[in-house]
């Protein structure tokens, strides 16, 4: 036992206790300064604030020109953002070519909607089942009878006039409620056990997902009117709902699949076991499992789609960014310095809240549903 | 009580309906139908269509001559050049823009990544608010943005803005000077070669050497010392020297150096921002799936803070990061299709767009464009697989 060169025999003095483990200093000393690198980046970090927040702040606020500015404060040299001009155009960006007279019929629209999708987002709200039934099936063909018209002694309206974030709220809506369930289904044919439905599938989801959307667009707006029997036409809107949808369809699916392969075995064996059939399997057990795993990656898809919407103008239409665009390149009386980037900083803004407010409801649902999983 | 034989051995009765693999047949054999008959109506109707439109059809457009400007091309491009060529200039332009555009989008992704996990509260947060904002707001409208809103927005030729290094930018783009080297140049070349092989060699022995002594070797140093060192001496030992051609401004506009049309800058900082983004995530998401344990176990072997990393976690961090990865590279190329709506003449532009106007051929030009970014899709895939196949935990 003497090789043992060294050997403690008493205790390690106790070292002081920490001064400060909590306020303002303690943090500080943590998150800011624990290190030398750390103190170094904390202070290029304050410098790039110290850079970009005074220029950002005179842009938006301090020399921006309010909504009830004129057109020469915006031309004035150092002007910031022009205010004005997106209020005095907000008419176009949210209606488009949309007939003056009749822009109450949006808004219902604009307010139904609200009406029926605030309670199903709550998860407490009470009547889901009705709620998602006159939300998906009821709410769509009223919102059309509405918006286009010709019945009732509704004025008609056609779909070329219908423009700005009118447009891309309705694709995005009926984009998502079709490719979600389009999507399920082709993630369930791919996982099928039979030949020509997997291949099937397979090649459709493969060969959507391998172009960009811009050549889909490009081939509902160019070659659907080539597949279809002479003389019949169809609606460019209805060309782009089929694209996005399409589009979308086929992410989903990929997504799903990944939840479906997440589910153990068992759980259809089990399901088999109690005698369920292969649909009623799905709908019980295996989907109610499968989809809580991919909420997350599903939400995400649904973001891209309310992005990919303006993609739309390959087709003809006038989503947001392409009544912006419009208007930033024509309206003559509004030319200044700052025009065109303020519509496209507003076009942003518009995006972004929706975006950004779908994003944080699948993390308070991921949260919600997460349940069995975390301890 | 009495039991009922319930013949066992025979096959239980059932209609030939409920019998699934029948079912299955017969659900197979009406989508196959459908879709069958779903293709006939459509080839039916598109050769009816064509016909009342009076319209050809085949390849053979190809070898006509395009008659178009490409004012951005890599390979010698002129009015004469034919169809052909067109899809050629178009493929090598979207490779071109989503090449560098992968490049500068991996570093600027990873760092952001890896700033957002910083303890550092700043830069955390700043990287924070650039994702989110990023993320959240369409590509196109950025592109619109940096094209209409910036680059165009940029003063005349005639007051340029001169940045460092004999560079300027203006409503025309951005001109840099142009490196010309000379013939000598060619012996740096083999120089780099050199140094990279010995650079090879040094790795492999180093690890042989680990290996059988233990004894490590700071390959890294020595490596990057090799690449500066001996390129060097070659440089100038033959007595090479690199020119600049400058750009100069002249009556109307700039002669000279290297021109970057205002429509590809555009592109690549698009998509180079909104995909940094992405790939940020990816990378925090893929450090933050290294289980904790592993960093335990790897500090309790007595592991320093850099082999740490080095050994453990990131080899660890990049079987996540890797696929992902590579399907945002994917989509940075699928995405390089919108430069087509700011005029920075890639595939589905040149080919899509302005062939296929031209030539009235709509299906053979989007089978095309199709057919290229299904093979960029499927060669993706393939190295994917081969990538994962490669990193696949094995157990036991």
Do not use: H
């Given at each position: 036992m003497t090789d043992i060169g060294f050997v403690r025999s008493d205790l390690v003095e106790a070292r002081p206790a920490p001064v400060r483990t909590t306020g303002a200093i303690a943090w500080a000393q943590k998150n800011l300064f624990s290190t030398p690198l750390d103190t170094v980046l904390t202070i290029l970090g304050l410098l790039f604030l110290a850079w970009i927040v005074p220029p950002l702040y005179g842009f938006f606020f301090g020399n921006a020109v309010g909504p009830n500015g004129t057109v020469e404060q915006c031309r004035m040299e150092n002007a910031g953002a022009c205010w004005a001009y997106i209020s005095s155009e907000m008419e176009f960006f949210i209606y488009g070519f949309y007939d003056i007279p009749e822009q109450w019929r949006p808004n219902i629209v604009f307010a139904l909607g609200a009406l029926l999708l605030v309670p199903l987002l709550i998860p407490k709200a009470p009547f889901k089942k009705t709620n998602a039934v006159l939300f998906l099936a009821v709410y769509p063909i009223v919102s059309?009878?509405?918006?286009?018209?010709?019945?009732?002694?509704?004025?008609?309206?056609?779909?070329?006039?219908?423009g700005g974030l009118l447009v891309t709220l309705i694709l995005s809506v009926i984009g998502i409620t079709l490719s979600f369930p389009l999507g399920v289904?082709?993630?369930?044919?791919?996982?099928?056990?039979?030949?020509?439905?997997?291949?099937?599938?397979?090649?459709?989801?493969?060969?959507?997902?391998?172009?960009?959307?811009?050549?889909?667009?490009?081939?509902?707006?160019?070659m659907l009117p080539l597949f279809m029997p002479q003389g019949m036409t169809v609606d460019k809107f209805l060309r782009a709902i089929v694209g996005v949808t399409l589009f979308t369809s086929a992410y989903v699916a990929e997504v799903v699949r990944g939840g479906l392969q997440a589910i153990p075995r068992g759980q259809y064996e089990a399901a088999s076991a109690l005698g369920l059939g292969y649909w009623k399997r799905m709908w019980f057990i295996i989907l109610p499992q499968a989809l809580k795993h991919v909420i997350p990656g599903i939400v995400n898809n649904f973001i891209a789609l309310f992005k990919d919407t303006s993609l739309v103008y390959i087709v003809g239409m006038k989503d947001l960014l392409e009544a912006v665009k419009t208007k930033n390149d024509t309206a003559l009386e509004w030319q200044s310095g700052n025009t065109a980037?303020?519509?496209?900083?507003?076009?942003?803004?518009?995006?972004?809240?929706?975006?950004f407010g779908m994003s944080r409801y699948s993390i308070y649902m991921e949260r919600r549903l997460n349940t069995g999983y975390k301890r | 009580m009495t039991t009922r034989d319930l013949g066992h051995d025979a096959a239980p009765r059932v209609s030939f309906y409920n019998d699934p693999k029948i079912r299955g047949y017969i659900y197979q054999f009406i989508v196959a139908a459908v879709l069958v008959g779903f293709i006939f109506w459509i080839v039916k109707n598109t050769a009816a269509n064509l016909a009342a439109q009076n319209k050809t059809t085949g390849f053979d457009f190809l070898w006509k001559t395009a008659g178009f400007d490409i004012s951005f091309s890599l390979l010698p491009w002129s009015r004469a050049s034919f169809y052909w060529e067109a899809f050629l200039v178009g493929i090598l332009n979207t490779l071109l823009v989503a090449f560098i555009g992968i490049i500068l989008a991996t570093m600027l992704g990873f760092t952001l990544g890896i700033a957002r996990l910083s303890s550092n509260f700043i830069i955390s947060s700043l990287a924070t608010i650039y994702i989110e904002v990023i993320r959240n707001i369409p590509l196109l409208l950025q592109l619109f943005f940096w094209y209409f809103a910036v680059l165009k927005a940029m003063p005349a030729v005639r007051n340029s803005i001169a940045l460092p290094f004999d560079a300027f930018i203006n409503q025309r783009g951005i001109m840099v000077p142009r490196p010309i080297p000379d013939e000598q140049f060619g012996f740096t070349w083999i120089g780099i070669a050199l140094a990279i092989a010995a650079v090879i060699a040094l790795r492999i022995w180093a690890k042989r050497r680990l290996e059988a002594t233990g004894q490590r070797f700071p390959v890294f140093l020595v490596g990057l010392a090799i690449l500066i060192v001996i390129p060097t001496?070659?440089?100038?030992?033959?007595?090479?020297?690199?020119?600049?051609?400058?750009?100069?401004?002249?009556r109307f506009n700039f002669k000279g150096g290297l021109q970057i049309p205002p429509e590809f800058a555009a592109l690549l900082l698009g998509l180079t921002i909104y995909t940094a983004a992405f790939i940020a995530e990816t990378v925090r998401g893929g450090i933050q799936a290294v289980n904790h344990g592993q960093t335990e176990a790897a500090q309790s072997l007595g592991l320093k803070d850099n082999d740490r990393l080095r050994l453990i976690v990131i080899p660890q961090a990049m079987r996540v990061i890797v696929p992902p990865l590579t399907s945002q590279y994917l989509n940075l190329t699928k995405n390089s299709s919108l430069g087509a709506a700011i005029g920075y003449q890639e595939l589905f532009n040149v080919f899509g767009g302005t062939s296929l106007n031209q030539t009235g051929r709509a299906i053979e030009c989007i089978a095309m464009v199709m057919l290229v970014y299904l093979t960029f899709s499927l060669l993706t895939s393939a190295l994917m697989n081969w990538y994962n196949a490669r990193v696949k935990l094995v157990e036991r």
């Open positions: 059309y009878f509405l918006l286009a018209g010709g019945v009732f002694g509704l004025r008609e309206i056609p779909t070329e006039k219908w289904i082709l993630a369930l044919g791919r996982q099928s056990s039979m030949p020509i439905i997997k291949t099937v599938c397979v090649g459709f989801i493969e060969l959507i997902r391998a172009v960009p959307l811009i050549t889909i667009l490009f081939m509902a707006s160019i980037t303020t519509g496209y900083i507003f076009a942003a803004m518009v995006f972004w809240v929706f975006c | 001496i070659v440089f100038v030992v033959s007595g090479a020297s690199v020119a600049f051609e400058l750009p100069v401004l002249e």
